[in-house]
């Protein structure tokens, strides 16, 4: 299976700070890489998919860049409503796997 | 507009067999290029990938579960479905079934989840 080790595992930030989680996966997944968020009590919402695009209605400070095996998704200036768990996925290989998530607070 | 949402009994005893139920509106899955995947995720071992199923009726699964799982649906009811057998403590989580498939205007596979029921929280204890 393919290992998607994230990080950090936390994060407190302040409002309209820049923040950066990374993902890196055991091996190379050519990209074949999504995040998501998820909100408390809340299914996981998909943010970023092929490692840098953005799916439809999700704000333009989120972007998702990388390649091979280190894959990173940045938010600018931070709202209070990016607080969240985000997660990445691999989908290169059966199984599917991800991250463990990072919890976003504000500071 | 699509949308799936996941039903199942909430409890059941260790080694019981869980049967989900994915029902889903918005998308077809008699439609070329449609699946839809079960996910689970519990505070121990975070989201967990378990089985996708597609239009044409191939199916996959996350090995670690063995042989404990099956997918199927019924396309003319717009469902799908997971059994989990020789259920244990362990496997107690929320499970979601997510939508993944085709882009239509490209004929492009993709295989992540771009639409997810809420989860239905199932535990299991004696």
């Known amino acids: 299976d393919i290992r998607m080790t994230q990080s950090p595992a936390s994060l407190s930030a302040s409002l309209g700070e820049t923040v950066n989680i990374e993902c890196l996966a055991s091996e190379d997944i050519y990209s074949d890489l999504a995040w998501y968020q998820q909100k408390p009590g809340k299914s996981p919402q998909l943010l970023i998919y092929?490692?840098?695009s953005l799916q439809n209605g999700v704000p333009s400070r989120f972007s998702g860049s990388g390649s091979g095996t280190q894959y990173s998704l940045k938010i600018n200036s931070l709202q209070s409503e990016d607080v969240a768990t985000y997660f990445c996925q691999q989908y290169n290989n059966y199984p599917y796997t991800f991250g463990a998530g990072t919890k976003l607070e504000l500071k | 507009q699509v949308t799936l949402k996941e039903s199942g009994p909430g409890i059941l005893q260790p080694s019981q067999t869980l049967s989900l139920t994915c029902s889903f509106s918005?998308?077809?899955?008699?439609?070329?290029?449609?699946?839809v995947g079960w996910i689970r995720q519990s505070s121990g071992k975070g989201l967990e990938w378990l089985a996708n199923?597609?239009?044409?009726?191939?199916?996959y699964y996350n090995p670690s579960l063995k042989n404990r799982l099956t997918i199927s649906k019924d396309t003319s009811n717009n469902q799908a479905f997971l059994k989990i057998t020789n259920m244990d403590t362990a496997d107690t989580a929320t499970y979601y079934c997510a939508r993944s498939g085709m882009d239509y205007s490209s004929y492009i596979y993709y295989w992540y989840f771009d639409f997810w029921g809420p989860g239905t929280m199932v535990t299991v204890s004696s």
């Open positions: 918005g998308f077809s899955l008699s439609t070329y290029g449609m699946c």
């Open positions: 092929n490692a840098n």
């Open positions: 199923i597609w239009w044409n009726d191939d199916k």
